[in-house]
Structures are given as structure tokens and as C-alpha cells.
């Protein structure tokens, strides 16, 4: 089965649980959704140590890590969060920019490009490591290879945030989802594949022992066209390596 | 001379070139008659492919500016008459010619992307959204003084991005608001203010904000709160007569024309359009039978009334919605069953 027939088959599952986006409806192909059950997810991914001993997380823009975000403030946590398609890049949302009350609304997409501050790629580099990753997805099969609307976004964000080398081998890639987008199917590997240590349902967690995670950057030939103009942080990326501003990559 | 496009803008490339070779032209660059430059270098000049390039040509091909012949190359028609300067951006409206009706949109939001904000997941793309822009919160003022505001209980306001702040204020004003989805997908939400706790208003106005906290209501519930009493819509733009275009999609035009259907509205019920002053431009447009014509218009610096010219729809007009149509949007599709069922 390739990706998009396993993205297919799970949808069919996946809309009887899944809440609509405020914009796209139940379109799929261009969010992540929300689902039945998320708060369980939430609760099972906070009670981790992993969760527990992080200080910033990087948590993706899908509709289904709402309440895990809002939590996160509760927490007193570090987020950061991609923008939508990255097209407006990446958000530095503290626990101090949010009043006591509103997590839950502030950290909705439609707002929290105005609590948080937009950060640079050079401030993201000079002020933090990234301690944990959770994002949604499509599918994700039980060796941890997850697909998410179709546009690699995921692994470009892993790719940035290993040249900045603020993740290294080890950080740990969470996949939050419903059981329905949890599948026993064999998918072909690509070496951009960015996999998970961990999957997250409302029921359990699946632990992945020694997932690939690409060491390469970002793989300027292989960008969809468009992308360096629609995505800011990879011309500020491409900025930064001609400065000679990039950490040394290091093969592994 | 620099030619380049700004790749950034909602303004498709091509029509970019379209743009400025209109402006080249004007400005008196080629003569009646004459060769344009070899294609590869127009093309170079704009950094642009040659499909790109051929569809900004073609498109004054199309208004017999130029005129293109086989092997030969480009020329500028020979009836060309150069317009004696060029418009400033006030002007541009007024002296833009309506020939292409999107073209005349796409003008117009040249300049709102100068003043407009983005929205979460449709960036600049004006087609599929209708923005916020600077300083719309002095469109709210201006609506809190007028009576048919004042005077009102139960409010329509679209979902548009330039309605977030009055969309606040009506919560704060303990109206009930009542809210199409986008694109009406999942019909229509009601926010009733007494059930928003205080200090979250501004998340219950925003898109997101409203899957929280409003309550989906049928066209029949509208109907029993006693009608609507005042609607309010943003604009991708409108004329000083109030015809008003929005995304394109005339989901404006579907919302009242259900209401009216059902009787929630009458020809007297006020809509408001609320829009940047770019947005407001002083052509006349004719309105199609469709069209629902706004009483009056609020941006950042003004109010217009408008001098009543045209009537409103008085309800939905069956021939032209398609099976699709009605599929996509489930009150429409209840209420067209209901029709047929007289």
C-alpha cells in the first residue's frame, strides 16, 4: 500500500471521530484534525517522562495538539509552533504570555499568532533546544512511519531544526493521534522520512525502538517548486549557511 | 529600469506583467504600431517563464491593446490611443475600465494588501477569505452609533476576518449574533453573549473561536427568534450604490436570500458592509438579479449611505443553484426540500 491509499483508507475511519475545521471543514487534505477522545491522548502524553522533564517543546499546527498545547501553558512550558504551512514561520509562545483562565482559546491558530512572538530562526538557535516534538498526522504505521496532509511540512520543520541543531538524534518525535490513524501496514521508507520514537493514541503509547531521523538538512534539490518562496525560515536558513552561521553538521 | 514582480502579493505573476506593461504603454514607452521588444527579453526583464509571460500578454491581446503576429513578434495596436497620464491610486478606480471583472478585483487588492492582515490558514490568499486590515476597529465606533445598531437584538454578521473586532463588540453589547460557517458548510451558529465568560470575547469572535462557542441553529430556530434585525458582511469591495463583490463564491448572497425565503428578513432589513477605503470604489457597477445591495457602507474614515437604487432579492433564486450547490450547503438543501414541498 502506498501513502496515499493508507491516507484514504484511514480517512474513512477517521471522519466519524474527527471535529470539523473552522475553515476546511472536513477537508482532509488540508488540516489535521481534532478528534474524539484527544483530551485521553493529552492526558497519557503529559504523564510521560518525557513530557515531564521537557522544558520546549515543538508542537505542530494541527487541530488534534489543542488541548495538548493549552496544557502545555498550564505547565509552565516553552511552545513552540509552526505557522500554518509555515508561510508566516514559527511562533515562540511562552507560559507568561498567557492569562491564567484562557489557555484552552489562546492557543487556538486563530490566536496564537497574536499572544505568542514570531521567532527567527537565528533567535530559536541562540536561545533554545528543543526537548520534545509532537505532532499530528494522517497515519502512522507501526514502525513509526507517519505521513501528515501530503506536503513533507513535518520533515522540512525536522530538517530546519536539525541544521540550527537545535534536536539531535535523540530528541524525542511524538505522534499524536486517534487509534483509527494508527495502522498495521507496510510503507515504503524514503530517507527523508522523519519517524517517531513514540505514537499516542486516547489508549496507549507505542514505543519505536531506534527510528530513522534524516541528518542530511534540508535538501534544497528535492523542495516542492514554490517552497523557498512561500516558506520565509528557508531563505532565512539558506541566509544563515552562507554566513557561515550554521552549526557543523555532524554525521551519524 | 527595475521590472521585477513582487512574488509575495495575492496578485497572480502574470497579471503583475499585465500591470505593468499597461503602465509601460501608457507612459508612452512604444508607439501606435510599433515592435514590442523579442519575448526573451520582455521575459528576462520580469525574471518570468514563458507560459507566465504569454498568459500577461494575452491578456491585452484580449483588449486589443496588442496584437500578435505569427513569426513576426508583438506590436501595440495601431488604433492605440495612450491615455494622457497615469491615474494615481484614488483615480485608478474611477478610470479602470470593467471589461474583466476580476481583473478590476485584483486592483483593488493590490492596494488591500497594503493595509490587510493574514489570516491563520489562508495567508494572502484573498480568494479564499476576506480580510482584516488596519484599523478596523473604527468601523466599530461608527456602527455603535447608528440607530439601526443600537435598536437591534439579534444580529447576522458574516464570517469574514474585518468583522473579528465588531463581532466583539456585539457580544460585549449583549446582542445575539448569529454566524454563518464558512463557506455555510455546517449551516449556521448562534453565540448568545450571556454564555461567554467575561474577557473571552475576543477568542468567541474569532473563526476558531466560534466552533467553541457558538451553537449550530437551524433556518426554523432563526426564524423563531422573531427575524434578524441587522446584517453585516465584509467586503472584497463595494460601489457607492452598494453593490458589493465578495470572495466570489456570493455566500452573502445565499444567506440572505434563505432568510428572506424564510421571512427573517424583509426588503427593509439594513445590511451594513464593512470594508478598508480601498475597498470602496466609485465606479458603478450594474447589479445582477442576485446581487443584494448593502444600505449602507462603514470604513476606518467614513460612513455612505447609500441612495437606494436597486432592491434587495426577495429570496432564493432556485435557477440558479446547482444540485452541487445545494449538496454543499445543508440549510439550503432543507430549504429547497421544503419548497418543493410547497
Not at chain 1, 52 to 74: H, M, S
Not at chain 2, 133 to 138: G, R, V
Amino acid at each position: 500500500m502506498n501513502k496515499s491509499e493508507a491516507r484514504e483508507h484511514v480517512w474513512e475511519e477517521l471522519i466519524k471521530v474527527a471535529k470539523p475545521d473552522s475553515r476546511y471543514h472536513f477537508n482532509f487534505n488540508e488540516y489535521i484534525p481534532d478528534f474524539v477522545g484527544s483530551h485521553k491522548a493529552t492526558e497519557k502524553l503529559v504523564s510521560t517522562q518525557i513530557y515531564q522533564e521537557a522544558q520546549t517543546i515543538f508542537i505542530t499546527p494541527d487541530n488534534c495538539l489543542e488541548g495538548l498545547r493549552a496544557q502545555a501553558v498550564k505547565d509552565g512550558k516553552t511552545q513552540i509552533v509552526s505557522t500554518y504551512g509555515i508561510r508566516r514561520g514559527i511562533v515562540e509562545l511562552k507560559p507568561e504570555d498567557v492569562s491564567p483562565g484562557i489557555e484552552q482559546y489562546a492557543v487556538l491558530l486563530d490566536m496564537i499568532e497574536q499572544v505568542g512572538n514570531y521567532i527567527s530562526l537565528e533567535q530559536l538557535m541562540g536561545k533554545y533546544k528543543l526537548d520534545l516534538i509532537v505532532t499530528g498526522a494522517s497515519a502512522v504505521n507501526k514502525s513509526g512511519v507517519r505521513f501528515g496532509k501530503g506536503h513533507g511540512f513535518f520533515d522540512l520543520e525536522w530538517a530546519i531544526f536539525y541544521e540550527l541543531g537545535v534536536v539531535h538524534q535523540n530528541t524525542p518525535i511524538v505522534a499524536f493521534v486517534h487509534d483509527s490513524q494508527y495502522i498495521d501496514v507496510d510503507l515504503e521508507l524514503s530517507p527523508y522520512d522523519t519517524l517517531c520514537d513514540y505514537i499516542v493514541t486516547p489508549t496507549k503509547i507505542i514505543h519505536i525502538p531506534n527510528p530513522q531521523k534524516p541528518t542530511a538538512g534540508v535538501i534544497w534539490e528535492k523542495l516542492e517548486s514554490g517552497m523557498i518562496d512561500d516558506i520565509p525560515p528557508l531563505r532565512e536558513l539558506k541566509e544563515l549557511e552562507q554566513q557561515g552561521k550554521l552549526p557543523k553538521k555532524t554525521s551519524s | 529600469m527595475n521590472y521585477s514582480i513582487d512574488r509575495n502579493s495575492p496578485v497572480p505573476a502574470y497579471y503583475q506583467i499585465t500591470l505593468d506593461l499597461r503602465q509601460r504603454i501608457s507612459a508612452g514607452e512604444w508607439r501606435a504600431g510599433n515592435k514590442l521588444p523579442p519575448e526573451l527579453e520582455l521575459m528576462k526583464q520580469y525574471d518570468v517563464s514563458r507560459m507566465t509571460f504569454r498568459q500577461a500578454i494575452g491578456e491585452l491581446v484580449k483588449e486589443g491593446i496588442l496584437v500578435r503576429r505569427r513569426g513576426v513578434g508583438t506590436f501595440l495596436s495601431q488604433g492605440y490611443v495612450p491615455v494622457e497620464q497615469m491615474p494615481t491610486h484614488e483615480q485608478l478606480h474611477t478610470s479602470m475600465s470593467l471589461k474583466g471583472d476580476s481583473d478590476f478585483r485584483n486592483q483593488v487588492w493590490l492596494e488591500l494588501r497594503k493595509v490587510a492582515k493574514p489570516d491563520s490558514r489562508f495567508h494572502w490568499d484573498f480568494e479564499k477569505f476576506v480580510p482584516d486590515f488596519e484599523n478596523s476597529d473604527q468601523c466599530v465606533d461608527s456602527i455603535r452609533k447608528m440607530d439601526w445598531y443600537k435598536d437591534s437584538k439579534v444580529l447576522f454578521i458574516a464570517p469574514d476576518n474585518s468583522l473579528v473586532c465588531i463581532r466583539k463588540q456585539a457580544i460585549e453589547d449583549c446582542k445575539q449574533l448569529i454566524i454563518a460557517t464558512y463557506g455555510i458548510a455546517r449551516g449556521f451558529l448562534i453565540i448568545d453573549s450571556k454564555n461567554i465568560p467575561p474577557g473571552c470575547e475576543a477568542f468567541a469572535a474569532t473563526l476558531d473561536g466560534i466552533e467553541h462557542f457558538g451553537q449550530p441553529i437551524s433556518l426554523a430556530e432563526i426564524k423563531a427568534l422573531g427575524g434578524i434585525d441587522l446584517l453585516i458582511t465584509g467586503i472584497s469591495l463595494v460601489t457607492k450604490s452598494g453593490v458589493r463583490w465578495g470572495k466570489g463564491h456570493g455566500y452573502f448572497d445565499l444567506e440572505w436570500g434563505m432568510f428572506r425565503e424564510l421571512g427573517a428578513v424583509q426588503e427593509n432589513t439594513p445590511i451594513v458592509a464593512i470594508g478598508h477605503d480601498c475597498q470602496v470604489v466609485s465606479v458603478d457597477l450594474e447589479p445582477s438579479e442576485v446581487d443584494t445591495i448593502a444600505d449602507a457602507i462603514i470604513t476606518p474614515t467614513r460612513v455612505i449611505r447609500v441612495e437606494k437604487k436597486y432592491p434587495k432579492p426577495n429570496g432564493v433564486l432556485w435557477q440558479y443553484i446547482s444540485p452541487e450547490l445545494r449538496n454543499q450547503i445543508p440549510p439550503l438543501q432543507i430549504l429547497f426540500s421544503q419548497s418543493m414541498e410547497g
